[in-house]
């Protein structure tokens, strides 16, 4: 069956070349069913594209027009073409971390976790760190016996595998876990202190239980070998997955120096795929010292990155419980969650880079951690000037706070996938009313006026644009429940979602002039899909196909025939 799908893609993805003559003629004609996500000009028929850029989008008949006979027409007969997508909110180092590190995306119970871990130390010298990413245990059968705080324990990852230090980095990406040889290698024993914003998780008698939170997991940092060639590797397998799921652009969340630096290289050589839009990690002093003295970097037709941004975590992750709550959390009474980074802090970086016209993104989970940064925001956005400040994922709010968001012209970067795989136990952190009136805000955000430009926050969550489409408009887990969706008032249409994963991440750059739409002057960066997500059935969005990618008027990817069948 399978050769037969790719006979008939074959068919459809089909190249004839055009003998007419024509002054000022382009380099491709794209032919079918276009989505532009330009609300002026939503669906179209035919798109001509000149040096990287369209030149021409409307009917076949204008198009052929500018056809000549070096054109390359192409007619897609099924699917359709959309935008290529710009993932708001995402870790690029990090998706290429999780390409090559232990995968406990999908473990179900600590012992399936143990025997990842364990197989990978079979392979891996004695005295050398195994590191995994993913695990999370509110998505487990059951916790294992002896959890302290909701957590595991090291103890019997620590029996498992006792002669590598191992370090497991949980899905919200504020959390690890760590077993006995890596605490004793990081100097973490019950004498140790945690660091100001981090939480080591201690058992009653005060012995260090393996789980760190926040600054915390940096204590182990040390084991971890990360230098430039790394950082080179990681860059690149990470691009090629991106366009694989159509992303054209990648807003990389908190960058530190040496990634920063390969990201650098690479456009300069001309190396970058997909177009980055990255943001200063506000805690890497080398990298601030020495981009704040550089100043902005906007990206060319020629030079893929983009450097005008600082990403601030205000709070950490609701998982964890160290998302900072105006209330205490409804199963854990005794914590209100973590303050991560000082607002005085926040203060003072403001009002240090104004000159400069950085934009300032700040992570905030909590309702009292959006709260607080707004009451920052407020004293620099009143002003009429546009800076854009962002809250990234703007997750639990307080209601009247819509009100301040557009006010101040905040943009809101929220990830629709994270209700499909939180919503379902994050009630228990919440309660019922906070999470009714307060989560997961997407619609309301709309409604009040605010930009909301939509992102997966990859690795925490698998990078798929499709799957993220399909949490936005239904509201539900993956797995298609429940029926109705959670809160389904909160839905976004079907538009609503295009929109957010093209035209509201290209504004949130200060790129909607030469992205996010399909529109004439714009860059050629398109996705082909499998079928119309705008139109088919609900439950068969997921099965849509990224089939090509497009970045420049340049194919960069093509789904690979199975030699299968």
């Known amino acids: 069956m399978r050769f037969l799908f790719r006979a008939a893609l074959c068919l459809a993805l089909y190249v004839a070349p055009v003998s007419q003559a024509a002054s000022g003629s382009v380099d491709t004609i794209l032919v079918g069913k276009i989505y532009t996500a330009d609300s002026g000009n ?9 040096e990287g850029r369209l030149v021409k989008v409307g009917s076949m008949a204008d198009v052929s027009a500018l056809a000549g006979p070096e054109t390359e027409v192409i007619t897609v007969e099924e699917g359709v073409i959309v935008p290529g997508f710009v993932d708001a909110h995402l870790h690029v180092a990090g998706v290429g971390s999780a390409l090559v590190n232990v995968d406990l995306m999908s473990v179900t119970s ?11 130390a079979e392979d891996t010298p004695p005295g050398s760190v195994v590191i995994g990413r993913g695990w999370h245990q509110s998505k487990w059968q059951q ?6 705080r909701g957590f595991p324990t090291h103890h019997l990852l620590s029996d498992a595998v006792p002669e590598h230090p191992v370090v497991l980095e949980h899905a919200n990406g504020h959390t690890v876990l760590v077993n006995a040889q890596a605490m004793a290698l990081s100097g973490i024993d019950q004498a140790t202190a945690a660091p100001e914003g981090g939480v080591i998780v201690k058992d009653l008698d005060g012995r260090p239980t393996g789980i760190l939170h926040e600054t915390a997991t940096g204590l182990t940092r040390g084991l971890e070998s990360y230098g430039p060639e790394r950082a080179q590797y990681l860059l690149e397998i990470a691009q090629d997955h991106l366009i694989s799921e159509g992303v054209t652009s990648a807003h990389d969340a908190g960058v530190r120096k040496v990634d920063l630096n390969a990201q650098l290289a690479a456009a300069e050589a001309g190396g970058l795929k997909v177009r980055l839009y990255s943001m200063l990690d506000a805690t890497d002093a080398g990298v601030m010292e020495e981009w704040l003295a550089h100043g902005l970097l906007v990206a060319s037709e020629s030079q893929r990155l983009t450097v005008r941004s600082i990403k601030v975590v205000a709070d950490g992750a609701l998982g964890s419980r160290t998302a900072w709550l105006h209330e205490p959390y409804t199963d854990e009474p005794e914590t209100s969650g973590v303050s991560t980074f000082p607002m005085e802090q926040l203060d003072a970086l403001i009002a240090d880079t104004r000159a400069g016209n950085w934009q300032i993104n700040v992570h905030a989970i909590g309702d009292k951690a959006n709260s607080q940064v707004l009451d920052v925001f407020a004293k620099y956005l009143n002003t009429g000037n546009d800076s854009r400040f962002r809250i990234e994922h703007a997750q639990h709010i307080l209601a009247p706070e819509l009100r301040r968001f557009a006010g101040l012209n905040v943009i809101a970067s929220m990830q629709p996938i994270h209700l499909s795989s ?18 997961y805000l997407w619609q309301s955000m709309l409604a009040s006026g605010v930009v909301v430009a939509s992102g997966t926050d990859a690795p925490v969550e698998p990078v798929s644009a499709i799957d993220n489409f399909y949490a936005a408009v239904t509201r539900k887990q993956l797995n298609g429940l429940p029926e109705s969706g959670f809160e389904a008032a909160e839905k976004l249409s079907r538009e609503q979602a295009l929109q957010a994963m093209t035209v509201a991440g290209a504004y949130a750059a200060f790129e909607e002039g030469v992205k996010g739409t399909l529109s004439p002057g714009k860059y050629a960066d398109l996705v082909v899909l499998s079928q119309d997500i705008m139109q088919v059935p609900e439950s068969q969005i997921r099965e849509t196909k990224v089939l090509k990618t497009m970045v420049g008027g340049r194919w960069v990817y093509e789904e690979e025939a199975s030699d299968s069948n």
């Open 42 to 50: 939503p669906e179209t028929e035919a798109l001509a594209i000149r």
């Open 110 to 120: 600590f012992d399936e976790l143990i025997e990842r871990v364990v197989a990978r």
């Open 143 to 148: 916790l294992p016996d002896g959890a302290v």
């Open 422 to 439: 939180d919503r379902p136990w994050a009630i228990d952190r919440l309660g019922s009313k906070r999470i009714e009136e307060g989560a």
